[in-house]
């Protein structure tokens, strides 16, 4: 539900990013929370009294010692940050603006899959363009010398898509006057709720000034009629790779690799 002038709301839940932005994300709400940190235990050996037999000559004491228990391998599950969206506070730049990317993916993504008003994800979906767009700049720029060769295909057809559809969202304020500041300032506060979030709570609240209210309604609207809901564009679906800048997020940025839908284990 949206309150004006106050705060939107999504629900939010783990990810994946593998063929299809939105295919993954519903693959990955059931598993992108697993990692507990918890390591196996050794059983304990069993323990058997100690029987005595007394005659009137002789005392015999009879012990016998518990087997030495089987040898166990402890694993250790990887853990990361306790937060809605890890990493998103990294100072790589790299890795903060993969997190604001995809974290606001999933955020937008299950806002859209369980509101019941298409109107609500549209909302906030227009809220969060200008923290989208800035986040896949920032992801472009900032791209790893290391992972050069995957950089056209990472920006244009993996994060491309959603990128597009959220510079669709932020036309749609230009297009009845926000200008550039309210929509950075919108975005700013996208950003601030994601940061803010109780991982325990499901949702999200977003902080918005009164007098852009119908700004953003109208803006919704439009949207509304001519995108399709996240989970139903098919201009999300793609099946580019991209194995080496996972493969570098996984391993160089705070979320290792759960907002891709890699659950790390060392």
Not at 91 to 110: K, V
Not at 222 to 245: K, Q
């Amino acid at each position: 539900m949206v309150r004006r002038g106050r705060s939107s709301t999504r629900s939010t839940a783990g990810t994946a990013f593998v063929v299809a932005f939105v295919v993954a994300a519903l693959a990955g709400c059931a598993s992108g929370d697993d990692a507990t940190g918890e390591t196996s235990a050794v059983p304990e050996p069993s323990v058997t009294e100690v029987e005595t037999t007394t005659t009137t000559t002789t005392t015999t004491t009879t012990t016998t010692t518990p087997p030495s228990p089987s040898p166990s391998v402890n694993e250790t599950i990887a853990t990361v940050p306790e937060a809605v969206v890890p990493g998103i506070d990294s100072e790589d730049p790299f890795c903060r603006a993969w997190s604001e990317f995809a974290g606001s993916f999933q955020a937008l993504t299950f806002a859209s899959i369980e509101g019941a008003d298409p109107l609500v994800g549209a909302r906030l979906e227009v809220v969060a363009a200008g923290a989208v767009v800035a986040a896949a700049r920032s992801l472009d720029d900032a791209f790893p010398d290391e992972i050069a060769d995957e950089r056209k295909v990472f920006v244009d057809d993996v994060i491309g898509p959603f990128a597009r559809r959220a510079a669709r969202a932020a036309d749609e304020l230009r297009s009845i006057g926000v200008g550039d500041d309210d929509i950075e300032l919108l975005g700013d506060a996208w950003r601030a709720a994601l940061v803010a979030s109780d991982p325990a709570d499901p949702v999200i609240a977003v902080d918005i000034p009164a007098e852009l209210d119908a700004a953003i309604d109208a803006a919704s609207a439009a949207f509304a009629a001519n995108v399709p809901p996240i989970a139903d564009d098919p201009s999300l679906i793609t099946r580019a790779e991209a194995p080496g800048t996972f493969g570098y997020l996984a391993e160089q940025c705070p979320d290792q690799g759960v907002l891709a839908g890699n659950d790390a284990i060392g």
